[in-house]
T-cell receptor
C-alpha cells in the first residue's frame, strides 16, 4: 500500500460529460502529480502541484484542469469527454521533506471509460 | 534531457536472480536513476533509486557503473509475483516529475 488514495476506482460516463477524479496524497507529502495511461501512449505526465500551487505542466489538454486544496488533496477535472480520454489516471505524491529527488509514490488509479 | 534504453522484454526463472540492464549514457552529474515497476495496470511501484553508489533495500539492489552511463537492477530471488513492466528513469535536474519510457516486460517463469 503506497498510502496514496484515489477515488473512484472505476468511472463510466458518456461523451461530452464532465468528471472529477480525487486523490489523497501520503501523509505529509506536499507534491501531487497526475498521470494518464492509455493503451497506446504509456504513462504520460499531466500536471504537478506543490503545496497548493501549480509547479509543472505536461501534456494536459485544455479540457482538463486540476487543483490542490489546503488539506493537500487534489482533484483532476475532465470535461467535454471524448472516447479517446478513456484511460487509467494515476495520482502520485512525494516530498514530505520537499527534496526534489524524493521518490514518487503512486495510487492504484481511476479507470475511466467514456462510451 | 537524459534518456534511458532498456530491453523490451526478458524472461527469468523463478528463484533465480533477475538482472535488468539500463543504459543512460547522457546522464548528468546530479541526476538520479530510479526504478519502478508496474504490475498489470496497478499503480507504478517505487523500487529503488541512486546517484552513483550502489544501493540495496528489501526489494532489490541497484548497481551503477563508475561512469554512471549504465545501471543494473537486481531482483535477488525472483518470484512469479515479480512479473511486471520495469521502468528505469533518469530524473532530470530539478525536474520533480518522472518521465516513463516503455520499460522492460519481465516474465518470471516457474
Amino acid at each position: 500500500d503506497s498510502g496514496v488514495t484515489q477515488t473512484p476506482k472505476h468511472l463510466i460516463t458518456a461523451t461530452g460529460q464532465r468528471v472529477t477524479l480525487r486523490c489523497s496524497p501520503r501523509s505529509g507529502d506536499l507534491s501531487v502529480y497526475w498521470y494518464q495511461q492509455s493503451l497506446d501512449q504509456g504513462l504520460q505526465f499531466l500536471i504537478q502541484y506543490y503545496n497548493g500551487e501549480e509547479r509543472a505542466k505536461g501534456n494536459i489538454l485544455e479540457r482538463f484542469s486540476a487543483q490542490q486544496f489546503p488539506d493537500l488533496h487534489s482533484e483532476l477535472n475532465l470535461s467535454s469527454l471524448e472516447l479517446g480520454d478513456s484511460a487509467l489516471y494515476f495520482c502520485a505524491s512525494s516530498g514530505a521533506g520537499g527534496a526534489w529527488n524524493s521518490p514518487l509514490h503512486f495510487g492504484n488509479g481511476t479507470r475511466l471509460t467514456v462510451t | 534531457d537524459a534518456k534511458t534504453t532498456q530491453p523490451p522484454s526478458m524472461d527469468c526463472a523463478e528463484g533465480r536472480a533477475a538482472n535488468l540492464p539500463c543504459n543512460h549514457s547522457t546522464i548528468s552529474g546530479n541526476e538520479y536513476v530510479y526504478w519502478y515497476r508496474q504490475i498489470h495496470s496497478q499503480g507504478p511501484q517505487y523500487i529503488i533509486h541512486g546517484l552513483k553508489n550502489n544501493e540495496t533495500n528489501e526489494m532489490a539492489s541497484l548497481i551503477i557503473t563508475e561512469d554512471r552511463k549504465s545501471s543494473t537492477l537486481i531482483l535477488p530471488h525472483a518470484t512469479l509475483r515479480d512479473t511486471a513492466v520495469y521502468y528505469c528513469i533518469v530524473r532530470v535536474g530539478t525536474d520533480y516529475k518522472l518521465s516513463f519510457g516503455a520499460g522492460t516486460t519481465v516474465t518470471v517463469r516457474a
